[in-house]
């Protein structure tokens, strides 16, 4: 770009800038901010649901390690029993936590692990608050009752999930510009079309996204690929920001079950990053200053055998109201 255009180009965006302010960027962080610091039921079954949920996608990990985790375990504990104090177990968000903990328990006795006493006190100590005893642990799969065939939409939705295990063979780039070929059907607010995929397939590359990604320990290293989805930001008014993400959010899913149709195993990876990061991902990467990273995808053909985390899903009285 030559100086006049970055002259002029700048002149417009301070000209705009009182019209940013008006459409309550500001305003939208300033809410975020607050109901993380205000402690309501809501946030609190929100806290146990994202805390346990990182213990069981650790039961699950490629090379598990046993012993792990114990700082989180003991958290874990201390939430479960402010939030029983304070309300009461029912909640799947709870349960959840206290099926994992139950699972976490299981694995280190199976393998005669001695875990830290106070640990083990304190996870028995909860167990009394299981409202199903029966196991309901990481769910065991291997590659080929994974990827389902021929069974109608419910069941095909039903069997996608986070894959993190991945073999040793390359997946064709064919197939993954298919599966985005496939996804492309997704809708997009006015036709924009406004979203976009980088294959990473570079070792450097791909070394450098696990490198800022937060995500990814345990598994990341396995992938053959990662996608970069990011959506191109020359295509949106500061008004329709909102859409930007939730086209590139609707194009990620078509695409999730596109990866999945095409037996790709695939794992979603948030690309929550300040501005000086997503600069450092334009030039290190040699993507357009204009797309704006929206998620990682890790991909890659799925081992023989693996664990998937459960993922419980909430009540679906929580999700839906009618008015
Ligand atoms: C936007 C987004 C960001 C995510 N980030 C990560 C991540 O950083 N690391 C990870 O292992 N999984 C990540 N996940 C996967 C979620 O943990 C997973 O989708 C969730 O637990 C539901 O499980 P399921 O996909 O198996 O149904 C992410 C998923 C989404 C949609």
């Known amino acids: ?42 946030s609190e079954l929100a806290v146990l649901l994202v805390d346990s949920h990182v213990l069981e996608k650790g039961l699950t990990m490629p090379n598990r390690r046993l012993g792990f985790g114990q700082q989180r375990v003991r958290n874990l504990v201390k939430y479960i029993n402010e939030y029983i104090s304070n309300y009461d177990a029912s909640p799947i968000q709870v349960q959840a936590a206290l099926n994992d903990l139950a699972e976490y328990l ?7 692990f001695a875990l830290p006493e106070d640990i083990v006190k304190g996870i028995e100590n909860l167990m009394r608050y299981r409202l199903d005893e029966q196991e309901n642990f990481s769910i065991p799969c291997t590659a080929e009752s994974y990827f389902v065939e021929d069974v109608d939409f419910e069941k095909f939705s ?15 780039i064919d197939r993954v510009i ?4 496939i996804a492309q059907n997704a809708p997009s607010a006015c036709n924009r079309q406004a979203t976009r995929v980088k294959i990473i397939q ?32 020359s295509n949106w008014a500061p008004v329709d920001r909102n859409s ?46 204009s797309e ?10 799925a081992s023989k055998e693996f664990l998937v985390a459960k993922s419980q899903r909430i009540d679906i009285e929580n999700v839906y109201s009618i008015v």
């Open 106 to 112: 299981a694995v280190h006795k199976k393998a005669s």
């Open 244 to 289: 930007a993400f939730l086209d590139a959010g609707i194009f990620t899913m078509n695409l999730l079950y596109a990866l999945h149709y095409k037996h790709i195993a695939a794992c979603p990876l948030n690309a929550d990053m300040g501005s000086k990061l997503v600069k450092e991902i334009h030039k290190r990467l040699n993507i357009p200053m």
């Open 178 to 181: 298919d599966a985005i070929r």
């Open 292 to 301: 704006i990273p929206v998620c990682f995808i890790t991909i890659g053909n």
């Open 202 to 233: 570079s070792k450097e590359a791909k070394e450098y996204v696990l490198s800022i990604q937060n995500g990814t320990r345990g598994f990341g290293h396995l992938a053959d690929k990662i996608l970069l989805v990011s959506t191109d930001m």
């Open 158 to 172: 039903f069997s996608r999930r986070s894959l993190r295990h991945y073999s040793n063979d390359k997946v064709d």
């Open 1 to 42: 770009m030559n100086t006049v255009k970055i002259i002029l180009n700048s002149l417009r965006i301070i000209k705009n800038f009182p019209k940013m302010l008006k459409h309550d960027i500001f305003w939208t962080y300033f809410q975020l901010r607050r109901s993380r610091l205000i402690k309501t039921k809501e």
